[in-house]
């Protein structure tokens, strides 16, 4: 933090992004950063903003974790305008549901995502202009393709285009510093957290979604179609937009669940990879010819890829390694393992059956999370010989996203059109 408050010394902008992003870790390491750059107003400027008269600033969580009316205002509008673009195929019946669902549904939660973070984090309007222009044109895109029986491209293409959506959402999170490493960082540790509010939020709506039946059922009021149609639609897709209040406003930076529950299950998963690996060995299971034992493996690299990286967002900057990361190592080294045969099977699959858009992009989604555990197995094997510090793990982390986002564009964009639409 120290290093990057140096390097943004005379800009306002990248400062206030650094405040923003881990208020206490920049009020922490100021001090040594403002000893090395007096001559800076900008610094000096801070320094009076965070030790006026030698007090060190009020915690901006006390302020930050209540919630306003104007917060909960926006929230409403954009669940409103959200569950109600939502509902277009019920208000058009001449719209397909399916073919305007899956083309347009990513688009409609993330977009009404990124108009929250965009006005919250007070982005430039010149920036804001670009990323919604990109959502415009990305969803637009996916609405001209035509609508051709079971093909692999334009299923693969609804598949891949929201990953680069939630790339555009990433730099609404940013505020438009697209280039803030810790904050790329604070934007994965919002996703985990997003993931578990909003189910908590959509399973206290089934809760009370139950409850509402069986009241207006007791008299005699069928309410169930009409229910389903508007208020369920509504509340499912206002559950992310929720949840986002929820951990931007109430939970803020104080609590975590996603690292506790990754730290939890990192050894139960560990011992179930373990397990699985020795059971498909002694029942000589072959992902080389089962198509499904396949698609289970890469579903596995996921959740590894996801545990890791939870688990490793809330690691203290001084903090040593301990059992949760030789834990983490040794789980990145089995599943490392389970990519390799995964690879091996699916360039068995391309020799034996030829090249079909589906293995394709197996291939290439493969090979990046290879690429990208191989890079954390080889950070945490130097953090843990204490031959580095935990910086460079996380830096490789975030550094590596901008390669995912890249081959979801070569997916959805280019696919349809090299194969043709097939």
């Known amino acids: 933090m120290k290093d990057q408050i140096l390097n943004a010394a005379e800009s306002p902008h990248e400062l206030e992004t650094l405040y923003r992003t881990n208020p206490k870790e920049f009020t922490r390491a100021f001090p040594d950063a403002f000893a090395a750059r007096t001559d800076s107003a900008v610094m000096r400027v801070w320094n009076e903003r965070l030790f006026f008269e030698g007090q060190p600033a009020e915690p901006p969580e006390t302020s930050a974790s209540r919630w306003s009316g104007r917060d909960i205002g926006l929230t409403v509008v954009l669940a409103l305008m959200a569950g109600t673009l939502a509902k277009l195929p019920n208000m058009f019946p001449l719209l397909n549901e399916e073919r305007f669902y899956t083309r347009n549904l990513g688009a409609i939660i993330i977009g009404a995502l990124m108009v929250y973070f965009s006005i919250q984090k007070s982005c430039r309007m010149k920036i804001a202009g670009t990323i919604f222009t990109l959502l415009l044109g990305a969803t637009l895109y996916l609405n001209f393709l035509p609508a051709t029986p079971h093909s692999q491209t334009i299923l693969l293409s609804c598949i891949h285009m929201p990953f680069f959506f939630w790339s555009l959402l990433g730099i609404s999170f940013l505020g438009g510093a697209w280039r803030n490493l810790p904050g790329r960082m604070d934007y994965l540790r919002y996703n985990g957290e997003l993931l578990i509010y909003s189910t908590i939020v959509l399973i206290g709506g089934m809760v009370l979604t139950g409850l509402t039946f069986a009241l207006f059922a007791i008299i005699d009021l069928r309410i169930e179609q009409w229910y389903m149609k508007n208020v369920v639609v509504y509340g499912a897709v206002a559950s992310p937009i929720v949840a986002t209040l929820l951990v931007e406003r109430m939970v803020n930076r104080q609590f975590k669940i996603a690292p506790l529950l990754a730290k939890v299950f990192t050894p139960l998963f560990l011992l179930t990879?373990?397990?699985?690996?020795?059971?498909?060995?002694?029942?000589?299971?072959?992902?080389?010819?089962?198509?499904?034992?396949?698609?289970?493996?890469?579903?596995?690299?996921?959740?590894?890829?996801?545990?890791?990286?939870?688990?490793?967002?809330?690691?203290?900057?001084?903090?040593?390694?301990?059992?949760?990361d030789v834990m983490n190592i040794g789980m990145v080294s089995v599943t490392l393992i389970i990519d390799v045969i995964a690879l091996a099977a699916i360039l068995f699959r391309l020799s034996s059956y030829g090249f079909t858009p589906n293995r394709i992009a197996v291939l290439g989604a493969n090979l990046l999370a290879f690429c990208h555990l191989a890079g954390i197995l080889w950070h945490y094997a130097r953090f843990a010989g204490r031959k580095a510090g935990p910086v460079g793990l996380d830096q490789w982390i975030v550094r590596y996203l901008p390669a995912y986002t890249t081959w979801s564009l070569v997916v959805a964009v280019a696919f349809p059109i090299m194969f043709w639409f097939q």
């Open 273 to 324: 990879v373990v397990a699985y690996l020795f059971a498909m060995i002694l029942h000589r299971k072959s992902p080389f010819t089962d198509r499904d034992f396949l698609i289970a493996f890469n579903g596995l690299l996921l959740v590894v890829l996801g545990l890791c990286v939870f688990s490793i967002s809330e690691r203290g900057s001084k903090e040593r390694a301990g059992i949760i």
